[in-house]
């Protein structure tokens, strides 16, 4: 599974690609390490121990038990500049692993199926880099962040001042994405990711015998009027140039076919692009479900929950990690500005308070069958990709 980084005769092996290569290794056993003991949002307790163990080894100052179980290094350069963050969020996935490698998951019914495991390597071979070759402007501090997958990490750190002392002035971070192929780079100004909003409603109405609909109130109807209704909210309250997506996932109502439900319950999801539109479809959602309950005699109960704001990118640091992942990156495919998910991520939280980019780094290779996607109980990635990573962060700190 591990190979050499994607090369042709041409190319110019800097120094910093050459040390890093000879980092490849030692990258591929930290991520198989990382792999075999995942841990869910805000438990990452051996996570965190193996990464302070890294850190005091190569003495890189820094703080523990953040927001639980976070962690933020801040390495110094020899010049003076600016502050920069780097985040890697830490945490795993309730999904029970089906590969059989020798570095499979040992926690039953927990996996590294997002790749978290390959960003808190990327980012310890960067530190350990840049721990090594001290010549570059300004300070790095490393993020690594627990819950990114839920309840989500990134606020919690935020209030408990991860940016600041020093104050942080920009900061990035990636994702290792199997929806791109190894060697490119999605990278984009303005929106990258979108919000996440969820939603529980709970229809009552009156249930009774099938043969006798009038004595009731038929909340399996109500709820199946509530399901169409809400499409409507895209296709025709929203501008049409823009995204966005209402998602009924779950409808759970009555347990027998000659009986009319007293309840149906409807779960869904709401994502979106522009910051615009939050509270909208809060707003929206509750005056249709209460319409069409009041329509009917029903009544409802409504648990609506905004987790995460859009993740948006700002122009000047999208365009410098874009001109040194050209660098970097030697796919013909090179940097996709076209890499658009409706999937959420809490790095939008650091993004509201300082100017960044968050950007994917393509981590597929069909040809060797790693190339399910996330959340897949076989994903996996080729970890040549954990040396592209690194050279990525170390270019970037280095122009300063």
């Not at 996440?196 to 229809?203: K, Y």
């Amino acid at each position: 599974m591990v190979s050499t980084f994607l090369s042709s005769p041409s190319v110019d092996l800097s120094q910093i690609r050459l040390e890093i290569r000879s980092l490849q290794a030692q990258l591929v056993t930290w991520r198989r390490q990382l792999h075999q003991c995942p841990e869910l949002g805000f438990r990452e307790e051996l996570t965190a121990e193996f990464i302070t163990e890294k850190l005091k080894q190569w003495g890189i100052p820094h703080q523990t038990g953040i927001a639980r179980t976070g962690i933020v290094a801040t390495i110094e350069g020899n010049r003076p500049g600016r502050v920069l963050a780097i985040r890697a969020d830490m945490d795993a996935l309730p999904i029970q692993e089906q590969n059989e490698v020798s570095y499979k998951s040992q926690h039953d019914g927990v996996m590294h199926a997002c790749g978290h495991d390959g960003h808190v390597t990327i980012a310890l071979g960067t530190a350990y880099y840049l721990s090594q070759h001290r010549d570059f402007p300004g300070t790095v501090k490393f993020i690594f962040q627990p819950a990114e997958e839920g309840p989500g990490g990134a606020k919690p750190m935020i209030e408990a001042g991860v940016l600041k002392n020093p104050t942080v002035d920009s900061i990035i971070g990636l994702h290792l994405w199997n929806n791109l192929p190894l060697g490119t780079v999605g990278v984009r100004t303005g929106a990258l990711m979108a919000a996440v909003e969820t939603f529980e409603v709970l229809i009552l109405g009156k249930g009774g015998h099938g043969a006798i609909p009038q004595q009731t109130i038929d909340s399996i109807v109500v709820g199946s009027q509530v399901v169409n209704a809400l499409q409507t909210i895209v296709a025709r309250n929203i501008d049409p140039i823009e995204s966005a997506v209402v998602t009924v996932g779950a409808f759970h109502a009555g347990n027998a076919c000659n009986v009319i439900a007293a309840s149906a319950q409807l779960k869904g999801t709401v994502r979106y692009f522009n910051p615009n539109y939050a509270g909208y479809f809060k707003q929206r959602i509750e005056q249709i479900v209460a319409g069409i309950c009041q329509a009917h005699g029903a009544t409802y109960e409504l648990n609506y929950q905004s987790l995460y704001p859009p993740v948006i990118n700002d122009g000047a640091v999208a365009d410098r990690v874009r001109s040194v992942a050209e660098t970097v990156v030697e796919s013909p495919l090179g940097v996709v500005p076209n890499c658009q998910t409706m999937g959420g991520e809490d790095m939008s939280f650091f993004l509201q308070e300082v100017p960044g980019c968050y950007f994917f780094l393509g981590s597929a290779n069909s040809q060797i069958g790693l190339d399910y996607p996330h959340h897949h109980p076989r994903f996996d990635f080729d970890e040549t990709v954990l040396g592209m990573g690194v050279e990525i962060f170390v270019r970037y700190v280095e122009q300063g």
